[in-house]
């Protein structure tokens, strides 16, 4: 195998006895740039023989017959299934996230606004901000009072048809970047996270983002409007990946923001025991620079005897 398409895990610093591991790796494989963080949760006295390799493996002659534009179909865009108008609603849609839940019901969540940021109207924004903004084609002049908000569409007969979008929360801020995961008792958990404004978080803290959490116990047609907030050190929160499950039925999720001023954005790893109710931060991960947009997925590079399957052994944080 090739020595560039496998990693090592080793411990970065060890903390009175507990050792936490983290490695950052870049890897050019067929110019696909894969940027990958490895943590073990702390409390794990892990022999070398305990750890793993990553390996990545190309497949010669493994791409699809059909090429990927003749899948795609507009589902939400212009002159196609628009959403009802709304104060604020300027034919911006993007930031989708699709789930299959168990009875074969698909679902799409996406944000839906006047722009890639939608913040509520009148604009909270340094005056330099709001004028490069405007320059890159931001509307200034739109009357947007609660912002953008988080949409969903679903499809009950594998994608041929879909219905209109519909709501799934619309709070005083811009709601942005929806994400889901369907839970074990059959819950859908989806995640987003708020824009009041732009500024300084922690002069200014009623701008601060921060990451919602609401759930859904009727296969996505109607949801809670009262988002859970993470028990968080960040002084602001946004999310872009969806939360997993994992074997044993807890839920990791991966944050980013500023936690303490000064310093560069940094990725914390959230877990839940109970379907979402309540979270505990696990870890917080920080480099010399920013860490943004991070997603946790479920690895299956690794043989599953050997990860272990509980989070206690190791989770990928990829940004």
């Not at 807890?250 to 001023?261: F, T």
């Not at 940094?266 to 010399?288: A, M, P, Q, Y």
Request: aromatic content about 8%; glycine content about 8%; proline content about 9%.
């Amino acid at each position: 195998m090739d020595p560039r398409n496998r990693l090592k895990l080793s411990p970065i610093f060890q903390n009175g006895g507990r050792r936490s591991f983290f490695v950052c790796s870049l890897s050019l494989v067929k110019r696909l740039l894969i940027v990958l963080f490895v943590v073990h949760a702390p409390g794990l006295g892990m022999s070398a023989a305990d750890e793993v390799p990553v390996r990545v493996q190309v497949i010669e002659g493994g791409e699809s017959e059909v090429l990927a534009v003749d899948c795609r179909r507009m589902l939400v865009g212009p002159d196609v299934n628009q959403p009802d108008p709304y104060p604020g609603y300027g034919g911006f849609v993007g930031w989708e996230s699709p789930l299959r839940l168990r009875d074969g019901t698909l679902l799409v969540a996406f944000s839906a606004g006047y722009w890639h940021a939608s913040p509520p109207t009148p604009l909270q924004m340094p005056a330099d901000k709001l004028a490069r903004w405007k320059e890159i084609g931001m509307p200034t002049d739109i009357d947007a009072p609660t912002g953008g908000r988080a949409m969903i569409i679903r499809s009950e007969d594998e994608g041929r048809s879909w219905s209109q979008p519909a709501t799934m929360i619309d709070t005083p801020w811009d709601d942005r970047h929806p994400n889901f995961v369907e839970l074990p008792d059959g819950t859908i958990l989806a995640t987003f996270f708020t824009t009041p404004g732009q500024g300084d978080v922690f002069s200014q803290p009623e701008l601060a983002r921060h990451v919602g959490l609401i759930r859904s116990t009727d296969g996505g047609r109607t949801w809670e409007q009262q988002p859970r907030r993470l028990p968080s050190p960040f002084a602001s929160t946004a999310t872009d990946g969806p939360p997993i499950v994992l074997d044993d039925r807890s839920v990791l999720l991966a944050v980013y923001g500023y936690v303490d001023e000064g310093e560069p954005k940094r990725l914390g790893v959230f877990r839940s025991t109970d379907n979402g109710n309540s979270w505990k931060l696990l870890s917080i991960l920080k480099t010399e620079h920013h860490l943004q947009e991070p997603s946790v997925p479920i690895s299956s590079l690794v043989p599953r005897s050997s990860r272990r399957v509980r989070h206690r052994r190791f989770t990928l944080v990829c940004t």
